[in-house]
Nanobody, 121 residues
Framework: QVQLVESGGGSVQAGGSLRLSCAAS????????IAWFRQAPWKECEGVAT???????RYTDSVKGRFTVSRDNAKNTVYLQMNSLKPEDNAMYSC???????????????WGQGIQVTVSS
């Protein structure tokens, strides 16, 4: 089974950028559907972006045009490039993987530990 570890989070001012990484081990990431989720305090878990095994991507409406999900198969890593960050992007971000396509629903079987993204106004 695959293990996932996120990195790249931190604090940034509104309008800034961060790139999150989701490094996979124990299996080949390209065999999985991989998604990014976020959860802010007092809010439900929200699907942010997904990347399918063949590279097709999907995004929630609030991040379209600002976030880009990609994968580097040689590094067994999936990235989430976040540009034009807003205070409402503040959340704990997690990547998740599964052999099944759950889209932006938080039903994936394998999850990373999560990483904090803080955007100040």
């Amino acid at each position: 089974q695959v293990q996932l570890v996120e990195s790249g989070g931190g604090s940034v001012q509104a309008g800034g950028s961060l790139r999150l990484s989701c490094a996979a081990s124990g299996d080949t990431a390209r065999r999985y559907y991989i998604a990014w989720f976020r959860q802010a305090p007092w809010k439900e878990c929200e699907g942010v972006a997904t990347i399918e095994r063949r590279g097709y991507t999907r995004y929630t409406d609030s991040v379209k045009g600002r976030f880009t999900v990609s994968r580097d198969n040689a590094k067994n890593t999936v990235y989430l490039q976040m540009n034009s960050l807003k205070p409402e992007d503040n959340a704990m971000y997690s990547c998740a993987a599964d052999w099944r396509d759950f889209g932006l629903r938080p039903l994936y079987n394998y999850w990373g530990q999560g990483i904090q993204v803080t955007v100040s106004s």
